[in-house]
């Protein structure tokens, strides 16, 4: 499905204004919306483990999280390019750019305290992603309500049709291609623990 | 020992370290100070302040002092394992939370007390011609920054690097709080005061206060428990 994808979008009508370039949509908003899902995931998986411990969503959480910053790359990058050509700059403070950013950044953050905080900073980073979900609507009120330009929500429905299917689409393949991914990232970090357990069961 | 009374003695013992050594307040509030003159070289031209640059200074020396104030107030809690022995007594774990927040914002506000004059005096910004919603401002943006810096700060105790950790997680975190804050107070400094608006970030921040205190003390017990 995620092989078709690019036939899809080369046969999507062009956009006038914007030729070529227009197509990076079809990559820039399914990573995006994935990389929202991504951090609810995370959110959740963390308050679970924070209040049963269960080690499964300890390793749901490091997965999506690692997800999450990926996405936030993918979409700040592809982001610029298009603002390039449809606003004529690179950056705009604006809502969704900026509340994006800030959600990256405390994605990265949960990532860089799990890499340097030392032991114990598993449940820590759980604690920090649990204030980075509920931190969401929050973040994305006050910002919208300090500036507003990037196309609304409402964009998607009305798509002319040519483009709709494709949209839906390179949707459905982004969220497939993540619950994958996230199965496969948890399922390593299964292994890994076992692995350890191994490892301190021979040292004894 | 009922709630209330648990929270003070926590918030108490913290007052009463600081008005001994009085260490926290000095070094945060000359922090604070060499904040605002920092930054007035970058928004003050010819003389005069950028439109907003009152606001922005007071939120960016209030969010950096904060995060000064709290990462000092729990080096004090480790250096002597005090943490430990705060977390062995047989007390409410939310109770310890809100002592140290009550005393992390007691300290903030005398900071503010110092800070809030000498912007409003070297920036000419009216601050006191909407004296009660300045206050509503400062104090909400106040209790939300050190909410969330309350809480890290308490977790961080045990992590390592800590220092760079802290403004690392709490600063994103925080960002409602700074933008409600500035775009408050510059709602009210500006040249046709938005009484409104600044009325709508004021009420942002209140429901901010709530939701993350709630959340904090909902979490520090898991957090905390090793």
Same mark, same amino acid.
């Given at each position: ?20 370039? +227009?197509?990076?949509?079809? %990559? ?22 924070? %209040? ?21 790359? $993918? ?8 603002? /390039? ?13 900026? +509340? ?14 799990? /890499?340097?905080?030392?032991?114990? +900073?598993? /449940? ?46 390179? %949707? ?6 993540? $619950? ?25 | ?105 007691? =300290?903030?506000?005398? #900071?503010? #007390? ?18 009660? =919603? ?53 709602? =009210?400094?500006?040249?046709? #005061? ?11 921040? #209140? ?20």
């Amino acid at each position: 499905m995620f092989a078709y994808a690019p036939f899809m979008i080369v046969r999507a009508p062009y956009e006038t204004t914007m030729g070529p370039i +227009s197509r990076i949509f079809y %990559f820039h908003a399914p990573s995006g919306m994935t990389m929202f899902l991504s951090a609810f995931v995370c959110g959740i998986a963390s308050a679970i483990y924070l %209040f049963s411990r269960r080690d499964g969503a300890d390793r749901v959480a490091v997965a999506a999280a690692e997800l999450t910053a990926i996405l936030g790359i $993918i979409v700040l990058v592809t982001g610029p390019l298009w603002a /390039r050509k449809a606003w004529g700059v690179w950056w705009e403070w604006e809502p969704r750019l900026t +509340s994006s950013l800030v959600l990256w950044l405390i994605f990265v953050a949960y990532l860089l305290l799990r /890499r340097y905080g030392g032991p114990g +900073s598993d /449940r820590l980073a759980a604690g920090v992603a649990v204030f980075g979900m509920v931190n969401v609507p929050f973040v994305y009120w006050s910002v919208n309500l300090w500036r507003t330009m990037h196309p609304k929500t409402t964009v998607v429905p009305t798509l002319p049709p040519g483009m709709r299917g494709p949209f839906w689409y390179s %949707f459905v393949a982004f969220t497939l291609l993540y $619950i994958i991914t996230l199965h496969l990232r948890t399922r390593l970090e299964k292994r890994r623990a076992e692995l350890e357990v191994l490892y301190l069961a021979l040292e004894e | 020992m009922n709630f209330v009374r648990t929270v003070w003695l926590v918030t108490r013992k913290d007052l009463l370290i600081e008005a001994r050594s009085k260490e926290i307040l000095f070094t945060t509030l000359f922090f604070a100070i060499s904040c605002v003159l920092v930054f007035a070289f970058g928004f003050v031209r010819e003389g005069r302040a950028l439109e907003d640059a009152a606001a922005a200074i007071l939120w960016i020396a209030i969010a950096f002092s904060g995060t000064l104030a709290l990462g000092r107030a729990f080096e004090r809690e480790r250096q002597s394992e005090t943490l430990r022995a705060l977390m062995i007594a047989p007390m409410p774990r939310p109770a310890l939370y809100l002592g140290k927040l009550l005393g992390v914002v007691l =300290l903030l506000a005398a #900071v503010e #007390v110092v800070i809030v004059p000498l912007v409003s005096l070297m920036f000419e910004a009216p601050l006191f011609e909407h004296g009660w =919603l300045t206050l509503g401002l400062l104090a909400t943006g106040t209790i939300g920054f050190a909410a969330v810096g309350t809480l890290f700060a308490a977790m961080l105790v045990r992590a390592r690097s800590r220092d760079v950790l802290l403004p690392v997680l709490l600063y994103p975190i925080t960002i409602p709080v700074i933008i409600a804050g500035v775009r408050g107070t510059a709602a =009210l400094l500006q040249a046709d #005061v938005d009484v409104s608006m600044a009325r709508l970030w004021l009420s942002m921040l #209140v429901f901010f206060d709530a939701v993350f205190v709630t959340l904090a003390l909902w979490t520090f017990e898991p957090v905390m428990t090793e």
